[in-house]
């Protein structure tokens, strides 16, 4: 196997070069999608669908099938409703672990996190859904600071700990709301079977990709990491290059021939198929690293060809409407640059069908 067949068959089971139909099944089976950017994980999200547009995944947030919370390595992701819980449960307590310390330095101390998760249980209750200047009123009115990022801290640890998540818009404002209000707990399964679909939706859907990559993308112990894996291997098999173990779907050797070259692509800013793997030299050139990854962490929005980042965008809005802009690492084809530009039309498509 090369490297241009391991970025063919990660477009193709990351639905980018295979669009599914359904909102929700595109999403479970990727697990999550990380959205930091809201807006950008609705297209990281739409640009896997069929025709997919900005409506249709508002739709599914109000009908609380997609929920936006913070999950995998502590930060905000959408996730489907029904799996929201069993993530939470199998990651949470590692991650709240970590931020303990960082609880220390802001006087955040246990009993005190305790005291604001009854307030906020308090404030939310009834189906309420509050921006975060209107719940931080209510927190400081109860003699609790949430100055110097304690509030971004307070709202992850109730996140965390089930209590909250994101609820729809207000306009242009986020709000929280009860978890519970939006979704019934299910039954927890066994950490055991959790670790193990974690690891065979991740190899199934990201595949081919290594055990680092896995553990960079789920923030799971080598020692879990390694027993998830080792649940999904009925699933999975593997292959090596240049020395590394890749693990993919047992299925995907009879893709190979199917996926053909991978085309050009525009990617949503933290897209999955650019931040869901820790060894990212295999399509995007470290000379350009520095373009596309800001010292901030932010991930900028991609353009790819054939599974390789050639470029970054972004959407302005002016007087005449959206209009998307491009930056080129080097020079394009004119038949790419035409391409580009077809694609271009395309992302307003999707933004415009979502404002009606």
């Known amino acids: 196997m090369t490297v241009d067949e391991i970025l063919q068959l990660r477009l193709?089971?990351?639905?980018?070069?295979n669009p599914g139909k359904k909102t929700t099944d595109i999403l479970s089976s990727l697990v999550a999608i990380q959205a930091q950017d809201r807006n950008q994980a609705k297209f990281a999200l739409g640009s896997r669908l069929?025709?997919?547009?900005?409506?249709?995944?508002?739709?599914?947030?109000?009908?609380?099938?997609?929920?936006?919370?913070?999950?995998?390595?502590?930060?905000?992701?959408?996730?489907?409703?029904?799996?929201?819980?069993?993530?939470?449960?199998?990651?949470?307590?590692?991650?709240?672990?970590?931020l303990a310390t960082y609880q220390k330095t802001l006087n955040l101390s246990p009993k005190m996190l305790s005291e604001t998760e009854s307030v906020i249980l308090k404030r939310l209750s009834g189906k309420k859904e509050l921006t975060r200047a209107e719940l931080f009123a209510y927190i400081e009115e109860k003699n609790i600071s949430t100055k110097e990022n304690r509030g971004s801290i307070i709202l992850i640890n109730a996140a965390l700990k089930q209590i909250i998540c994101l609820g729809k818009d207000r306009g242009k404002q986020e709000t929280y709301t009860l978890l519970s209000d939006w979704v019934k707990k299910p039954k927890p399964i066994p950490r055991e079977k959790?670790?193990?679909?974690?690891?065979?939706?991740?190899?199934?859907?990201?595949?081919?990709?290594t055990l680092q990559d896995f553990i960079w993308w789920s923030g799971l112990t080598l020692t879990e990491a390694r027993l998830g894996l080792e649940k999904?291997?009925?699933?999975?098999?593997?292959?090596?290059?240049?020395?590394?173990?890749?693990?993919?779907?047992?299925?995907?050797?009879?893709?190979?021939?199917?996926?053909?070259?991978?085309?050009?692509?525009?990617?949503?800013?933290?897209?999955?198929?650019?931040?869901?793997?820790?060894?990212r030299n295999l399509f995007l050139d470290p000379e350009y690293s520095?373009?596309?990854?800001?010292?901030?962490?932010?991930?900028?929005?991609?353009?790819?060809?054939?599974?390789?980042?050639?470029?970054?965008?972004?959407?302005?809005?002016?007087?005449?409407?959206?209009?998307?802009?491009?930056?080129?690492?080097?020079?394009?084809?004119?038949?790419?640059?035409?391409?580009?530009?077809r694609k271009k039309s395309e992302m307003v498509r999707f933004w415009s069908q979502g404002e009606k």
């Open 232 to 279: 999904a291997k009925p699933f999975l098999r593997e292959e090596i290059v240049s020395g590394q173990v890749y693990w993919m779907s047992k299925k995907e050797n009879k893709m190979t021939g199917q996926t053909g070259p991978g085309g050009i692509f525009f990617l949503a800013g933290f897209d999955e198929y650019i931040i869901g793997y820790a060894e």
């Open 12 to 17: 193709y089971s990351q639905n980018i070069t």
């Open 290 to 341: 520095k373009l596309v990854i800001q010292k901030n962490a932010i991930f900028k929005p991609t353009i790819l060809k054939d599974g390789n980042v050639i470029g970054t965008w972004n959407k302005t809005e002016t007087k005449n409407g959206l209009e998307i802009n491009v930056s080129q690492f080097f020079k394009w084809k004119d038949s790419d640059r035409e391409e580009i530009n």
């Open 50 to 98: 069929l025709d997919g547009n900005e409506s249709e995944i508002n739709q599914a947030i109000e009908k609380r099938k997609i929920i936006r919370t913070w999950l995998l390595r502590g930060t905000l992701h959408f996730v489907s409703a029904k799996d929201i819980h069993w993530i939470l449960d199998l990651i949470s307590e590692r991650i709240l672990a970590k």
């Open 194 to 209: 959790a670790l193990s679909e974690l690891a065979q939706r991740y190899f199934l859907r990201k595949g081919p990709a």
